[in-house]
């Protein structure tokens, strides 16, 4: 199975920083990496998908970027409504795999 | 828009089997891959297989091969996802998501979630 490694596994920031998360595959994924936010107690939400493609509904602050192996997720200023959890995901291969996640804290 | 309603919260005994499902409205059902995943207390998110009920294909994690079946009734748009031999470990939240049939696919929407506790 491709392993799926994203760091930092927390990180603590304020409202306004910008904030980037990374994600490294074991193998190349090409641009086959999607981002996810999960809050306590939701449904996980897409934020990313194909590496740096935002689905409707997203909000332009967040973006995403990378191809082959390392892949990041950036939020231009965060807002108190990213405060959550945030999950990497391969889709290279059909035996999909999570990186662990990154849970944002407030500072 | 598709949208994924689960079955209710779960209680069983270990050893047990549970059967969850996933009934999807407001699209053509057959047309896309339906995958299930999972995140027990503290944990992060575990993908564990999928069904495309068009081709009636289905993939599994290999940790969950011969423990897990994902079934689909086209007639009802529902897929259900069984898990056999149940052990304290899987006690957790089990998602349904649109998604999972084939290479540089994404899981969009989820199901709202069913709770799976594992008990004696």
């Known amino acids: 199975d491709i392993q799926m490694t994203q760091s930092p596994s927390s990180l603590s920031a304020s409202v306004g920083d910008r904030v980037t998360i990374t994600c490294r595959a074991s193998?190349?994924?090409?641009?086959?990496l999607n981002w996810y936010q999960k809050k306590s107690g939701k449904a996980p939400r897409l934020l990313i998908y194909a590496a740096s493609r935002l689905p409707g509904g997203v909000p332009s602050r967040f973006s995403g970027s990378g191809s082959g192996t390392d892949f990041t997720l950036t939020i231009s200023s965060l807002q108190p409504e990213d405060f959550a959890t945030y999950y990497c995901?391969?889709?290279?291969?059909?035996?999909?795999?999570f990186g662990l996640g990154t849970r944002l804290e407030i500072k | 828009q598709v949208q994924l309603v689960q079955s209710g919260a779960e209680v069983k005994k270990p050893g047990s089997s549970v059967r969850v499902s996933c009934r999807a409205s407001g699209d053509s059902f057959s047309g896309f891959a339906l995958s299930w995943v999972r995140q027990a207390p503290g944990q992060g998110l575990e993908w564990m297989g999928g069904?495309?009920?068009?081709?009636?294909?289905?993939n599994y994690a290999q940790k969950f091969q011969g423990r897990v079946v994902i079934a689909a009734d086209e007639s009802t748009s529902t897929v259900y996802m069984e898990l056999r031999s149940l052990r304290s470990e899987d006690s957790a939240v089990y998602y349904c998501a649109r998604g999972g049939g084939i290479g540089g696919d994404w899981f969009d929407p989820w199901g709202q979630g069913t709770l799976v506790t594992v008990s004696s």
């Open positions: 995901q391969q889709s290279y291969s059909t035996l999909y795999t």
């Open positions: 069904i495309t009920p068009i081709f009636e294909t289905r």
């Open positions: 193998q190349s994924i090409d641009n086959y």
